[in-house]
C-alpha cells in the first residue's frame, strides 16, 4: 500500500525520445539581414507564408488606419462624435451591446487588432440597458435572480452592472485606457440615480469631451454639487455645458476663462442675468460654436447689436432661439451685417421670436453662407399683404427650410388665416430664389397642390355637382375674364382640347401652371403635416420628370432627403420628432374625391414622381394588406384559413 501511494505522487518523466527543435544560430540570422540589404528588391517576393506557419494572412499585416476603418464598421456607435445623448443618439435597426461583443471577439485574434480594437471601442462608451434583438428574450430570463419561494424572479439592473464594470476597469488601468475616453454616454435613469459611481469613473477620464450629467447638475441643484466639482477638476476639455434657471452663478465663473475654456455648444434656459456680464461670459469662450437660448426675457437686440464698451457678440454656426419674443429682424440684420458672422452662420432656427414671416427676408438676404433656416410661430392675424408688396425670400445657399406656421388657438378653426402665408412661401419658390433648397417643412397639407396649380376642394355643402366645361369653350369665351371677346389660342403650348378645365393634369401641358401662372422649376421633397396627424407625409415635387422634361435623373437625385434636417451640435430643437430615414406616409394624390386628401399605396419603397415614402411604423408590420384580394362568398380555401381562430 505504500508504495502504491508513492507510485501515484511520483512525477511523470518526460521521454526523451521526442525530437528537439533545432535552434536558430545567430550566424544564420545575420547572413539572412545582410543578403536582404544589399538585394532590397527581394523584400518584394519575401515569403509570408513560411514565416507564418504555412499560412499566408494578408489580413494580420493591415495598417492600423485601414483597420480601425474596418472595425468601424463593425461597431458604428464606437465612433460617434455627436453632442447628443444616449436616448438621441441610438441608432435605428442596430443593436449595439452585439456590435460591441463582435468588435470585443475581434480584438482577441491578435495583437494588432487587439490594440486598435481597444483603441476604437473605449473611444466613444455607451451603456444600453437592453438588447435591441432577438437575444434580449432569452437574456432576460437568464438574468432573473430566481429562488425556491420565488419562482417569478427578480430582473437585474444591467445598466448599473455594466457601469461598475466600466468603473473597474478604468480604474485598475487609467493611463492607458482612461486617457482613450473621450465620449461617454449613459442612459438617462442611470445617470440620474448612480452619482457617485459615475464621479468615480469620471475621476479616471481627463480627456472627456462629453459626458451624459443629471439634469439637476445643470441647474446648480446642491444633490449633484460634489459631481460637478469632480467635472471641472478631471474633465477640463469638455465641448458642451447646459445652464438652465437657479446656475446664474456658475455661468458667470466662465468668464475667469479657467473653467471649461474649450466650450463649444452651450444651452441657456430660463437663464436671468445681467445682459453685459452674458455678453463678457460669451466673448470668453473662443471655440463656442452653436448657442441655443429658451425663455430668456434679457435677450433682446441690443446682444447682437455694437457696443463699444461691450465686447462683440459671437460669430456662431449654429444659433436657435426658443420663446425670446425681444429679438426682432433689426437685431439680426445688425448681427449679420457683419463679415465674420456672415462667414460663419449655416444654422439658424428661431421659434415664437419677434421675426415673423413677412419680415423674413431681411435676414436671409444677409446669411450668404446660411444651409438650414427654420421658424415656428402661431400667428392670430392674416398675411399683412395690404401694407404693400413684400420681396420673396431669396438666398443662394439655403437647403432646408421649416416653413411650420400655424394658427393661434385663439384664432376660429374656420378662418383659414394661414392660407397668406403659404401662398408667400409658394410665390417665393415661384420667383426661384431659393435655387438650391432641396427639403420644405410646412403645416399646410394643401401646399403640394399648391405648388402643382390644383384648386382647393369645394365641400360638400358648397352646391351640387356641376357638368364640367371643356378647356376649349373657356378659351373661346374667356371664362374669368370680364370681356367675352375671344381669347388669343395662337399658343402651342395651350391645354389640349381634349383636357376639362378641372382635370389636374390639364396644367401640366397649359402655360399657366402654379400660383398666378408660374410654374416650380426645381426639385422639391415637401414635408408636410395637419393638425390630427401624428406622421410627417413626404411628397416628391420634380416638374422635370413629371412634365417629360429631360436630366430628370440627376434632379431626383439631387433634391432627394431622408429626414428631418439634425443639429450638428447636438441641440435637439432642430431635429426633435424625426429620425433618420423620413417617418413619412406613402401616398397619392386623389382628384375629384371633393375630399382633398391623400390614398394611400400599400407596399414598395419607390420615391419616383409624386409618391410618398413608407414610414417606419409600415415598414415593421409588412403583413398588412390595404387593399385586400377579394374572395368568393364561400370564404377562403381551407388551406388559407387560420387554425387559431
Given at each position: ?234 474633465c477640463p476639455g469638455l465641448r458642451k455645458m447646459a445652464y438652465a434657471g437657479g446656475s446664474e452663478r456658475s455661468l458667470e465663473a466662465l ?391
Amino acid at each position: 500500500m505504500k508504495f502504491a501511494a508513492m507510485k501515484f505522487f511520483r512525477r511523470s518523466k518526460k521521454s526523451s525520445q521526442q525530437p528537439k527543435p533545432p535552434k536558430k544560430s545567430v550566424q544564420d540570422d545575420l547572413e539572412r539581414d545582410k543578403y536582404r540589404l544589399y538585394h532590397p528588391h527581394q523584400n518584394e517576393y519575401y515569403n509570408y507564408a513560411a514565416q507564418r506557419g504555412n499560412v499566408f494572412a494578408p489580413w494580420l499585416e493591415l495598417p492600423a488606419p485601414i483597420l480601425e476603418r474596418v472595425f468601424s464598421f463593425v461597431c458604428p456607435h464606437c465612433c460617434d462624435e455627436s453632442y447628443e445623448t444616449c436616448e438621441q443618439s441610438a441608432l435605428e435597426d442596430a443593436c449595439m451591446l452585439c456590435d460591441l461583443r463582435d468588435i470585443s471577439h475581434a480584438g482577441q485574434v491578435c495583437k494588432r487588432w487587439r490594440k486598435t480594437a481597444v483603441k476604437l471601442m473605449y473611444h466613444s462608451i455607451r451603456i444600453d440597458s437592453v438588447h435591441y434583438c432577438e437575444r434580449e428574450i432569452d437574456l432576460s430570463e437568464k438574468r432573473k435572480r430566481r429562488s425556491r419561494f420565488d419562482r417569478n424572479g427578480l430582473p437585474e439592473d444591467t445598466a448599473s452592472a455594466r457601469l461598475l464594470l466600466l468603473c473597474r476597469s478604468l480604474r485598475e488601468d487609467p493611463t492607458r485606457l482612461g486617457a482613450l475616453v473621450q465620449y461617454f454616454k449613459t442612459p438617462y435613469m442611470l445617470r440620474e440615480s448612480s452619482t457617485s459611481v459615475l464621479a468615480r469613473t469620471i475621476a479616471v477620464l481627463p480627456n472627456l469631451r462629453y459626458v451624459d450629467l443629471p439634469e439637476g447638475l445643470f441647474s446648480d441643484d446642491p444633490a449633484y454639487h460634489t459631481l460637478k466639482l469632480e467635472v471641472q477638476a478631471r474633465c477640463p476639455g469638455l465641448r458642451k455645458m447646459a445652464y438652465a434657471g437657479g446656475s446664474e452663478r456658475s455661468l458667470e465663473a466662465l468668464g475667469g476663462g479657467n473653467i471649461w475654456p474649450n466650450i463649444e455648444v452651450l444651452e441657456l434656459t430660463r437663464i436671468n442675468m445681467d445682459p453685459a456680464a452674458l455678453r463678457h461670459v460669451l466673448a470668453v469662450l473662443r471655440r463656442l460654436r452653436a448657442l441655443k437660448v429658451s425663455d430668456c426675457r434679457i435677450v433682446d437686440d441690443d446682444m447682437f447689436k455694437y457696443n463699444d464698451v461691450l465686447p462683440a457678440f459671437p460669430a456662431l454656426e449654429e444659433l436657435i432661439l426658443i420663446n425670446t419674443p425681444r429679438v426682432t429682424p433689426d437685431g439680426l440684420v445688425s448681427y449679420l451685417s457683419r463679415e465674420d458672422a456672415q462667414k460663419q452662420l449655416k444654422v439658424l432656427s428661431l421659434s415664437q421670436t419677434g421675426v415673423q414671416p413677412p419680415t423674413l427676408h431681411a435676414v436671409l438676404a444677409r446669411a450668404p453662407n446660411l444651409t438650414t433656416l427654420s421658424i415656428i410661430e402661431q400667428i392670430d392675424s392674416p398675411f399683412p399683404a395690404h401694407s404693400g408688396p413684400i420681396p420673396p425670400l431669396t438666398n443662394w445657399s439655403l437647403q432646408t427650410l421649416r416653413f411650420e406656421i400655424t394658427a393661434s388657438p385663439a384664432t376660429s378653426p374656420y378662418s383659414s388665416i394661414t392660407s397668406g402665408y403659404y401662398n408667400y412661401l409658394a410665390s417665393s419658390l415661384f420667383a426661384g430664389g431659393l435655387p438650391r433648397l432641396s427639403a420644405v417643412y410646412v403645416r399646410d397639407q394643401d401646399f403640394p397642390d399648391t405648388l402643382l396649380g390644383l384648386p382647393p376642394p369645394m365641400p360638400g355643402f358648397a352646391g351640387g355637382q356641376q357638368r364640367p366645361s371643356s378647356s376649349s369653350s373657356a378659351g373661346m369665351f374667356g371664362m374669368g375674364n370680364a370681356s367675352l371677346s375671344p381669347s388669343s389660342t395662337g399658343s402651342m403650348g395651350g391645354a389640349h382640347p381634349r383636357f376639362s378645365s378641372n382635370n389636374p393634369f390639364a396644367a401640366a401641358f397649359g402655360p399657366s401652371r402654379g400660383l398666378s401662372g408660374l410654374s416650380l422649376n426645381q426639385t422639391l421633397e415637401i414635408f408636410t403635416k395637419g393638425e390630427d396627424d401624428i406622421d410627417w407625409g413626404s411628397i416628391r415635387m420634380d416638374p422635370f420628370d413629371a412634365y417629360g422634361g429631360a436630366d430628370s435623373g440627376s434632379r431626383s437625385r439631387s433634391g432627394s432627403m431622408s429626414g428631418r434636417p439634425l443639429s450638428s451640435y447636438g441641440l435637439a430643437d432642430v431635429g426633435s420628432g424625426w429620425q433618420a430615414g423620413g417617418e413619412a406616409r406613402k401616398s397619392v394624390v386623389v382628384p375629384g374625391t371633393g375630399t382633398g386628401s391623400f390614398l394611400a399605396v400599400p407596399g414598395g419603397t419607390s420615391t419616383s414622381g409624386h409618391g410618398r415614402s413608407a414610414s417606419a411604423a409600415s415598414l415593421r408590420t409588412p403583413k398588412e394588406d390595404l387593399w385586400p384580394r377579394p374572395v368568393s362568398s364561400h370564404g377562403a380555401k381551407k388551406g388559407d384559413r387560420d387554425l387559431w381562430r
